[in-house]
């Protein structure tokens, strides 16, 4: 890719109102209730050097002429489709924004508003409450809300850039110091650009708590959390081919053939991925007293999605193709166990001895959870889609899990250790490229588990008071102290010759001394 980035300074505002009421209706029961409303305005150029593609404005008549050997653009306005949002130029953008000078490209304004995109003006949030007091120990709290999110900037319209201000091309064959081989010509054109209509992220969260004392200063806690997210950013090629389109045009250029002439892929910024979690949590928690303090955390939770983060894009929208699954980040167990204990020496601070000898302290923090979930896919373009849409997912026929004895690490990558199988039984491969001008049928996104981290970190404190507001305090820090290997994740890549290996590791031993001053 070859582009030139520019400075665009963006704003936006946003208003909210809200309503809240406790009500407390009996000696044992305890309301909260609230209404928020939010009007967000999407993001804006100051200087309206902001360049988005609307189809709504892309005229086919007018359709560029491009080689059909090498899709270089020939003759035609390469800008046909892309629009500035706005009016026209405001007086901050001259001398500043080349193009606000010349009037070149003023044809680009239609009119629409700075902002783009729609702002919605329905976006009520309510909140529901409950506590309900079993008895002087024993609380329990549940809880129902609405929130919404401030959408993002749209870094690929902001910060990427879109020509006429920000020309970027992608260059498939070439050289980069003759990539068009000497011959006069332009290049397709790479541009982002968001939906005009583009949701506020927003999400539904409910939850579920009963909370009870037990002695020795100590509170046990179980929840159930639920949340269901909406309008989730992620990307869509927007000038993405048919499935098969490429296989049945062979020897032309994919660009040639793409719905946008003169454009490469278009990523247009859309809301619209939805996610599901529910999880189950349990806490135990005793306050510092006595000179110990621990607490202990569990979650046992599934997260689901059909797109975990803003860059995961649809390369099988026209298929109509299942891209649910777990989230990237799912982790279904998580524990951490925490401590601090105040060393029985010296504990009489008012005697030389127990300034100078105690107050020693030792504390630990300790981490396990399961690994995170991965896809076995590769950026070949099975489907015949073109360039710029994404990672294809290759066909699972059969169960690859081994079982956890069978599993191996190794750094080596020349040994026959595999962290999954890579054929069933009978010798048949389980993972197979998809075939020609199609995508894989099956909802195979994350199906399988990296390993789980764990980490178990210890320190030792002794803090010398100097005066009442001056103190010396040192420290003697062990990070993973038992330097337990954290492996990585496995080779995902079908093509290589590690594929289903994991052969990297990390989370060494660290230590650490110092010393600080503090007044």
């Not at 000898?357 to 690994?371: A, E």
């Not at 039984?425 to 993972?431: K, L, V």
């Amino acid at each position: 890719e070859i582009g030139v980035r520019s400075y665009t300074p963006y704003r936006a505002n946003m208003y909210e109102w809200f309503v809240q009421d406790s009500w407390k209706a009996t000696p044992k029961l305890r309301l909260e209730m609230g209404l928020r409303h939010s009007i967000v305005q999407p993001f804006f150029s100051l200087w309206r050097n902001m360049v988005v593609f609307d189809p709504r404005y892309y005229d086919a008549s007018k359709a560029v002429v491009q080689d059909p050997r090498t899709g270089y653009v020939i003759s035609g306005d390469q800008y046909n489709g892309l629009v500035i949002p706005g009016s026209g130029w405001p007086d901050a953008a001259k001398g500043r924004i080349p193009i606000a000078d010349s009037g070149e490209y003023n044809r680009l304004f239609k009119g629409l508003p700075k902002q783009y995109s729609q702002i919605h003006m329905r976006d009520f949030q309510p909140r529901l409450g409950v506590a309900y007091s079993l008895n002087s120990k024993t609380v329990l709290r549940a809880g129902i809300g609405r929130f919404f999110a401030r959408m993002n900037k749209g870094d690929s319209v902001f910060l990427g850039g879109n020509p006429p201000l920000q020309p970027m091309v992608s260059i498939s064959n070439g050289t980069a110091d003759s990539p068009a081989g000497g011959r006069p010509a332009a290049f397709p054109l790479n541009v982002g650009t968001r939906d005009p209509v583009y949701g506020n992220p927003n999400s539904w969260t409910w939850n579920f708590t009963a909370e009870r004392e037990l002695p020795f200063s100590t509170t046990i806690e179980i929840s159930y959390v639920g949340r269901r997210g909406l309008n989730g950013v992620r990307e869509r090629n927007l000038n993405q081919l048919r499935p098969g389109t490429v296989q049945a045009n062979p020897g032309i250029n994919p660009d040639v053939l793409r719905p946008y002439k003169g454009f490469g892929p278009i990523r247009m910024t859309v809301n619209e991925s939805q996610s599901r979690y529910n999880g189950l949590q349990f806490g135990v928690t005793r306050r510092f007293t006595q000179g110990l303090s621990y607490g202990v955390a569990y979650s046992f939770a599934k997260t689901m999605d059909d797109a975990s983060n803003p860059r995961d894009l649809l390369p099988n929208a026209y298929d109509g193709g299942n891209l649910w699954g777990p989230s990237a980040f799912d982790s279904r167990h998580v524990l951490v166990v925490n401590f601090i204990y105040e060393l029985p020496l010296f504990r009489n601070r008012t005697a030389l001895t127990g300034k100078l000898l105690g107050g020693w302290q030792i504390t630990g923090v300790s981490q396990f959870q399961t690994g995170t979930p991965f896809t076995v896919s590769t950026s070949d373009d099975f489907g015949g889609v073109g360039t710029g849409s994404g990672a294809q997912i290759w066909n699972m026929k059969g169960d690859p899990k081994l079982a956890r004895g069978d599993q191996k690490f190794s750094l080596s990558a020349s040994d026959s250790n595999y962290y999954f199988s890579r054929r069933n039984p009978d010798g048949t491969a389980i993972f197979t490229a998809p075939a020609a001008g199609t995508f894989t049928t099956q909802s195979n996104r994350n199906r399988l588990y990296n390993p789980g981290f764990q980490n178990w970190n210890l320190g030792l404190f002794k803090s010398f008071f100097v005066t009442e507001k001056q103190l010396v305090q040192f420290r003697f820090e062990a990070f993973n102290w038992l330097n337990h290997p954290n492996w990585g994740g496995a080779t995902t890549n079908p093509t290589s010759g590690t594929f289903g290996k994991v052969s990297s590791k990390s989370s060494e031993r660290v230590l650490q001394i110092s010393l600080r001053y503090r007044f």
